[in-house]
């Protein structure tokens, strides 16, 4: 069954839609996921790069290809600096920023790869207070 999501980067200019279903769903603990990311892990989504359309902004988006072989690339908004879907040089795969999409992407993650590469205070967090607003201090 095939489903349309929407998505967009953090503000809004660039827009898109994918058509599922989507092939799987990785939250990425590797170092390079971690920098490009600024965050503990990527949350990415791969499909093939036939499932995009664009909706708005696309002349917005700049592609990061770095010179040393082997270091990942990533799309970005130019006016927010959201990661928006690419596609992979390596692999030709899109790869959909999980949290770039507008509602739940009807896909589970279905692993944690490069474990062994996660943060050293990552496991740390998953035992942290939650708190459902910014807190008080």
């Not at 590797?30 to 791969?46: D, E, K, L, V, Y």
Request: net charge negative; with cysteine.
């Amino acid at each position: 069954m095939s489903e349309t999501k929407k998505g967009a980067c953090l503000c809004g200019q660039v827009q898109y839609q994918v058509t599922g279903p989507f092939d799987v769903f990785h939250l990425c603990h590797c170092s390079q996921c971690r920098h490009s990311t600024g965050t503990a892990h990527a949350a990415n989504i791969f499909t093939s790069p036939d499932r995009i359309e664009w909706l708005a902004g696309e002349e917005l988006i700049k592609r990061y290809t770095p010179d040393k072989p082997g270091v990942i690339s990533k799309c970005f908004c130019t006016h927010c600096g959201s990661l928006v879907p690419y596609t992979s040089l390596k692999s030709g795969k899109l790869i959909i920023p999980a949290g770039s999409l507008n509602e739940a992407p009807g896909i589970l993650p279905r692993d944690n790869i490069f474990w062994r590469d996660r943060a050293d205070w990552y496991d740390a967090g998953l035992d942290a207070t939650h708190i459902e607003q910014f807190p008080d201090d």
